[in-house]
């Protein structure tokens, strides 16, 4: 007995108690003995722990890649907006120039024509209709006096901003005889005194033929205007108040008589007294509209404003006029377009303006043409 209770306890301590064993609810896993409904529920917990993890990392992945999308799209829009900054930076820096305080002698440094034509962007300010005026008169003032005299790189320069304004003419049909009458000046002066121009006869012969070549061109130009439905509104269906508007927009006179010598019913507008005396208040001052308008009284002590317009404009020339000029700031002498603007000392350290120029105030001149020339040497 003692033998067999000893058997007893041996099995007892090294196999499961046997009903446990052949119950389906007991299984073996890597742990140990285990029920199978707890081992069922652990699997469901760590399938769903499986599924919410491959979520979580699908979730992980797209957020990683619409990071990595949104990464190279800035990188690429930083490298867009450097190169338009870089650009910008060009451009802005070719429409401005500081001159030098104190004169050649004091700082060494001084510009020639060719350079101030090639930076402050005579060519690219041919496209603008508002400089094209401007760049023309500086244009014909070359011509007349500094044309014998320019060096090859002003030469060059010059000439490609004859050819631009010549292109833009021919797209638009506009300006045509002011860059004609340029281009016929150019030719006679060329002409004129060839041993005392600077560079060689080659060179000079080259920009004659290439005169030649944009007068034809010009010459070519073809007005033919379209074609006219029969049921559009025309100029002379407009009323008196809006043709009389239009030609009130025209400063020159001379556009307002051609104007008028369309048809009788303009030419009675176009003689608006009015519009005469108007004209003659802009282009001239009172003194010198009160020195001569005595002398244009009629029977009724009215004052013809036309002939005094005439005979003022015989005297002291019209008023050039200009949408778009070169200034020259009075901060820190430097030439710029005026919708162009430059990078004043001013603006940009405004606490050093406030603390040490507080009684400085910043101010700009409009340059005319002819002050703009001034300031350069002349050859």
């Known amino acids: 007995m003692p033998l067999v209770a000893k058997e007893s306890r041996c099995s007892s301590s090294s196999v499961p108690p046997p009903p446990a064993v ?3 609810n007991w299984v073996r896993s890597g742990s140990g003995w285990e029920k199978f409904i707890a081992l069922r529920e652990n699997l469901n917990r760590h399938i769903k722990r499986l599924a919410r993890d491959s979520s979580n990392s699908r979730v992980i992945l797209s957020n990683i890649n619409n990071r990595n999308q949104e990464v190279e799209s800035s990188q690429d829009q930083n490298k867009e907006n450097e190169s338009n900054r870089k ?4 451009d802005h820096h070719s429409c401005y120039i500081f001159l030098p305080r104190g004169g050649a002698k004091k700082t060494g440094f001084y510009f020639t024509i060719g350079e101030v034509l090639n930076r402050l962007d005579f060519s690219g300010a041919v496209h603008d ?3 094209f005026n401007y760049v023309c008169r500086i244009l014909e003032i070359i011509t007349e ?11 060059k320069n010059f000439f490609f901003i004859l050819e631009e304004s010549v292109t833009v003419v021919s797209e638009t049909k506009l300006y045509v005889n002011r860059v004609k009458k340029i281009l016929q000046d150019i030719s006679k002066n060329l002409l004129k005194n060839p041993h005392f121009h600077v560079g060689s006869p080659k060179t000079w012969n080259k920009w004659l033929d290439l005169v030649k070549d944009w007068l034809q061109q010009l010459n070519t130009i073809d007005y033919t205007p379209t074609e006219i439905r029969v049921d559009s509104l025309q100029l002379m269906d407009l009323p008196p108040d809006c043709l009389n508007r239009i030609m009130s927009s025209l400063a020159n006179a001379k556009d307002i008589v051609n104007f008028g010598l369309t048809c009788k019913y303009i030419h009675e507008i176009s003689e608006y007294t009015l519009r005469w005396e108007k004209l003659c208040r802009f282009h001239f001052t009172q003194q010198q509209i009160t ?3 005595p002398k244009f009284l009629d029977s009724d002590n009215k004052v013809n404003w036309k002939g005094v317009y005439s005979r003022l404009c015989h005297r ?10 070169l200034n020259l700031c009075n901060h820190c002498n430097c030439i710029y377009w005026t919708d162009g603007g430059h ?6 350290t405004p606490e050093f303006s406030t603390r040490q120029f507080s009684d400085v105030v910043v101010t700009q001149q409009n340059l005319t043409p002819e002050e703009f020339m001034k300031l350069w040497p002349t050859p």
């Open 22 to 24: 052949s119950n389906s």
């Open 87 to 90: 650009k910008k930076s060009i």
């Open 129 to 131: 209709h508002r400089r």
């Open 145 to 155: 006096s500094w044309l014998f005299a320019l060096s090859g790189l002003a030469q």
């Open 291 to 293: 020195s001569i308008s």
């Open 316 to 325: 002291h020339g019209n008023r050039e006029l200009y949408n778009n000029v």
């Open 343 to 348: 990078p004043c000392s001013a603006e940009i």
